[in-house]
């Protein structure tokens, strides 16, 4: 198929499941030269860093921490829209039963992924929570090898992402990874109180870390699409801000 055959199918596709939140529309406008093409969208000049890191690892807090920094503005992982989309909660409904919602969750992460990373940004550098490659390599992935997402979901998951990193230009500069152990996580995962996360044993904490491990650490799972940054994310806030003060200029120079 053609690329300008595969966006008009896309576009078709957004129409049918009208997801207005998101504005499905206006990710095509992004996405659709007038003549129809898929365009590479690359912000010219522009540098995306992307925080990485396990469930409460104190990726929003690096976030607010930097969003007072010149040049730079920051985008949060959309949570909200994935915990209220025209009143339905998908988040809450994977933790419910992951086998029959994983892939309606999923659907809508990769969506709301691509939205933030193909929205232009003002300022010369953005700074981006997450990314459509950990929603893949690490959620998606972790639902499929604990056998609770089937098959035929993870094959088209996989078949919708492989066409998007393909066509899309979704590059990024740098991954800050905030590493922590699962058990810090599982601490700060109780303080937070979401709702939809009571459900989380310590184990799922442990998964999704390990999924992280071997793909930023031991490289051993899935393409790393940047150089990685690995900050100890163990620490107390005040030793956080000492780490972002000493790192500010290789993650500012991305
Ligand atoms: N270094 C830290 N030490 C102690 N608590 C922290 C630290 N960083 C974040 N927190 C707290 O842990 C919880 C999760 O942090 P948050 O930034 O929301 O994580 P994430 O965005 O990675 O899920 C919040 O209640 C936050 O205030
Ligand atoms: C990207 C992604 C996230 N989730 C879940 C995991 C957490 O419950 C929230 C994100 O919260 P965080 O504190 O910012 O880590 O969403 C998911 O289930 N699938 C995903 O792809």
Known sequence: MSLSAAARACCRLLTVIRCPPVGSSSIMSRLLHSDGQVNGLKNKGKSTICVEGNIASGKTSCLEYFSN???????????????DVQGHNPLGLMYTDPTRWGLTLQTYVQLTMLDVHTKPSLSPVKMMERSIHSAKYIFVENLYKSGKMPEVDYVVLTEWFNWITKNI???????????????????????????????????YLSAIHGLYEEWLIDRSS???????????????MEEMIQHYEENRGKILAA
């Open 169 to 203: 230009d979704l590059s990024v500069d740098l991954i800050v990874y905030l590493r922590t152990s699962p058990e810090t996580c599982y601490q700060r995962l109780k303080m937070r109180c979401r709702e939809e996360e009571s459900v989380i044993p310590l184990e």
């Open 69 to 83: 920094t010149a040049n730079l503005e920051v985008m949060t992982e959309p949570v909200a829209k994935w915990r």
């Open 222 to 236: 899935f393409p790393v699409p940047a150089p990685v940054l690995v900050i100890d994310a163990d620490k107390s």
